[in-house]
C-alpha cells in the first residue's frame, strides 16, 4: 500500500484459494483469498520494511513495517508445501484470467457468506494431514 515493499513474481498459477481459519480471518478481516507462488519465482525489493511472525508451529506471515500491508503465508516445516509462498490475489495490478480453485479449512467458514460455483473445499483434519500436524498437537 505504501510501496515500501514491492515484488515481482514469476509463474503465477491462473487458480487461488480461500482459506478460513481463524488465523487468516483476524489477518485479514474475512478470508484470505491468495495465490501459491513458488519461493524460487519471487524477488523482493523492500526487504528492510518486511517483519515476520512465526504465526503456528507450521508456519509463519509477512506484512510491511510501514503500512501494516500482509505481504504472505509461507510453511515453514519441512515438507511439499513449504516451497510456495501464499500472496494475498490484492498485491497483484491485474486479476484478470484469474479463478477460485479451492477453500481450505471450509469447516471453519462462517455461515455469513458463501463462494459461488464448484471447486475443492477441505476441512481442517484434511489440510492438517497434508502438512503431517496431528491434530491433538494444537
Not at 519461493?39 to 523482493?44: F, V
Amino acid at each position: 500500500m505504501c510501496g515500501a515493499v514491492s515484488f515481482t513474481a514469476k509463474d503465477v498459477p491462473d487458480v487461488f484459494g480461500a482459506c478460513h481459519c481463524e488465523m487468516c480471518r483476524r489477518w485479514t478481516g474475512s478470508a484470505l483469498l491468495a495465490v501459491t507462488v513458488p519461493g524460487s519465482g519471487l524477488t523482493w525489493t523492500g526487504e528492510a520494511h518486511i517483519r515476520t511472525l512465526q504465526s503456528s508451529d507450521w508456519a509463519e506471515r509477512a506484512w510491511c513495517q510501514r503500512c501494516g500491508s500482509g505481504l504472505y503465508y509461507h510453511v515453514t516445516a519441512e515438507g511439499p508445501m513449504s516451497e510456495g509462498y501464499e500472496i494475498p490475489i490484492g498485491l497483484f495490478d491485474n486479476l484478470d484470467g484469474m479463478s477460485l480453485g479451492s477453500e481450505i479449512y471450509i469447516d471453519h467458514k462462517p455461515e455469513a457468506f458463501a463462494f459461488a460455483g464448484e471447486h475443492k473445499r477441505l476441512t481442517r483434519s484434511e489440510i492438517l494431514s497434508k502438512l503431517g500436524v496431528p491434530e491433538e498437537n494444537l
